[in-house]
């Protein structure tokens, strides 16, 4: 083949967010698009991350991706590349690229540098919805700020891209094909999208216990991929290798456009599930599952549930913790940290203190977490936002959350599947709280707000902050009952590896008695701006954790919507999304 340089001139709205660009299918369809971003991640990293490279380039499989990764290859060759992974017909999991990048052994002996994983995640699909790129790197975890930073300055000044004449090639058949030019030649290698993250799987939990409790007749199991890239690994793992009903997995076909559905795990876009588990108003006669679970577009996220029961995720990584050492095998020698998103709640906190395991809050994003664990500081770790992950990747991994919490039911009902009472995911969780209190937490959504006004809303907050006085005067203006509020500030992080620093990072309320009020702008979305405000409060007592948590939380959301002036800079009465 031969290569050309084409000319082409720059685009003002390629800045990654929290994870990657993302944008809306036709604003990637215009020409040149993404061929300049491509370039300038290209150009971005050193030379020998682009020379004789081997980058892995797939997604969750939707709309626009099969054109991209054409795209993608011919340029890789273009560049001086020396192969392409792709996983077959272009799907891999956010966290199967992780594993890819990390284990895989290429058909010739070659190991990944790196990979473009093609995603927007939790967003719809479809010729009118939204695609996404971000760069992974050769540990397998997201480029740090650094990198994506110097991606970002490239893409105002870019005058032209590297690209091959190669004819598109066959992502559906596993194998090889092989190219030459001048310098040489050019493989694009396929191959089992699953295959190489069941061998970590099972690397890392007793796939023998699991099946024990998924083939057990008391032990009623679903799964909903919500038609994301999860369907492509959920029969393989859950059915073929753990022994649960096929009848147990919901919308595990992988689709362009998911459907039309909203592939976030949460409980209002995963309206099936819900109800399947028996929350929501559906009250059907059939009795729901003990165990439910779902995931995003790319995998990455999980919402697990119980029989009537959800799980905050929040929660969810702190009773990982917990029970990792006697639940699962790759963590049996002990932990070597956990960590979690200044959102997220202290729940996590409190498990670390009491195991005394050495404990770290970052910014939001999974690309913080990835220095810790490269440091050997961080095994487990989460975010409220339905993501949880350890260490054996360097992403959050919905369905390894899936298969840690399948270890502590089998690990607790080790003794009972033959007969004894089960323990259930809500026992765990009610147990949790009574050894270590309860995180009440919530979430307030307010999808597609008017960027400016969002702004202007996070402005006032932060010049609020000045004066303590004038919050607490608010705030007991609003509710005499809640405790003052003795701090607040602008969350900025110190990577304690690399001491690289990250501002604005958040706003935070924190009170007397251990409340917190967090305000953030949004960094995924496409459109307009996101405001997310997370809102939480500790009990300690046994007796008052069974409260409904929007009950508990109410007085401190009244105070929240009155000290932003929600109302007043949004127009909106209610959030888009409650979690
Ligand atoms: C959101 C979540 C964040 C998560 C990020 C990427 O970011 O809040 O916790 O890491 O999505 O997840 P933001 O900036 O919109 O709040 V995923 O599954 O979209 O890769
Ligand atoms: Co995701």
């Known amino acids: 083949f031969n290569v050309s340089r084409v000319e082409t001139t720059p685009f003002g709205d390629q800045k990654p967010g929290t994870s990657g660009l993302r944008k809306k299918v036709k604003v990637f369809k215009q020409p040149n698009y993404l061929q300049n971003f491509v370039q300038s991640t290209f150009n971005a990293l050193t030379p020998q991350n682009v020379r004789g490279a081997t980058l892995v380039v797939s997604g969750d499989g939707r709309y626009f991706s099969k054109d991209a990764i054409q795209i993608i290859t011919k340029m890789a060759a273009g560049n001086g590349l020396r192969r392409v992974w792709v996983g077959q017909n272009g799907l891999l999991s956010t966290p199967a690229v992780s594993a890819v990048i990390r284990e895989r052994v290429g058909v010739d002996g070659s190991k990944a ?18 695609f996404g790129i971000k760069y992974n790197m050769e540990n397998g975890g997201p480029a740090p700020e650094g990198i994506t930073d110097k991606i970002y300055e490239n893409t105002k000044t870019i005058k032209e ?32 999208s699953a295959s190489d993250y069941i061998k970590l799987m099972k ?52 689709k362009e456009d998911f459907g039309g559905g909203h592939p976030d795990p949460n409980l209002t876009y995963a309206k099936e599930l819900v109800a399947r588990m028996g929350l929501g108003k559906s009250n059907s006669e059939v009795e729901p599952p003990e165990f ?34 006697e639940a699962i095998p790759y963590f049996s020698a002990g932990l070597k940290g956990v960590a979690r998103s200044m959102p997220t709640s202290a729940a996590l906190d409190v498990v670390a203190k009491s195991l005394n395991l050495k404990f770290f809050e970052v910014p939001t994003g999974w690309k913080f977490f990835g220095n810790l664990m490269d440091a050997g500081l961080c095994s487990v770790c989460g975010e409220e936002s339905f993501g949880t992950g350890s260490d054996h990747i360097r992403e959050k991994d919905g369905i390894w ?45 307010y999808e597609n707000v008017d960027a400016g006004a969002a702004k202007e809303l996070m402005a006032c907050l932060v010049k609020l902050q000045s004066s303590l006085t004038e919050v607490n005067e608010i705030v007991s203006g609003i509710q005499s009952d809640v405790s003052k509020v003795v701090h607040a500030d602008e969350f900025e992080y110190k990577d ?79 959030p888009t999304v409650i979690t």
């Open 401 to 445: 959350a899936v298969l840690a919490w399948l270890s502590i039911l089998a690990y607790k009902n080790r003794e009972n599947l033959g007969g004894g009472k089960l323990v259930t995911v809500e026992d765990i969780v009610h147990n949790h709280w009574a050894t270590y209190g309860r995180h009440y937490y919530t979430r307030y959504d």
């Open 292 to 325: 439910g679970a779902a995931a995003d577009g790319d995998a990455d996220r999980n919402m697990v549930l119980g029989k009537r029961f959800f799980v905050t995720p929040s929660d969810s990584v702190a009773i990982i913790a917990a029970n990792a050492v």
């Open 496 to 574: 304690p590896v690399d001491s690289s620093i990250s501002k604005h990072q958040g706003i935070r309320y924190l009170f007397e008695d251990g409340s917190r009020l967090v305000f953030r702008l949004s960094g995924t979305g496409s459109e307009g701006a996101t405001i997310r405000l997370y809102i939480e409060q500790y009990e300690k007592d046994p007796s008052k954790t069974g409260r409904d948590s929007q009950d508990a939380l109410a007085p401190l959301v009244a105070v929240a919507l009155g000290l932003s002036k929600m109302q007043e800079f949004t127009g909106r009465s209610a």
């Open 113 to 130: 540098t790196g990979a473009f994983i093609l995603t927007a995640s939790h967003n719809p699909g479809g010729p009118n919805e939204d």
């Open 203 to 254: 690397s890392i939990f007793d796939f023998e216990s699991i099946r024990k409790l998924l083939s057990s007749p008391k032990f009623t199991f679903c799964y909903d991929a919500l038609h994301g890239v999860a369907g492509a690994y959920a029969k393989r793992i859950f059915v073929e290798e753990l022994g649960a009903q096929e009848s147990s997995l919901l919308n595990c076909v992988p």
């Open 161 to 192: 891209y590297l690209t091959a004449d190669l004819p598109d090639v066959d992502i559906t058949t596993i194998g090889v094909t092989s190219f030459s030019w001048s310098e040489g030649q050019f493989d694009v290698e396929v191959f089992d």
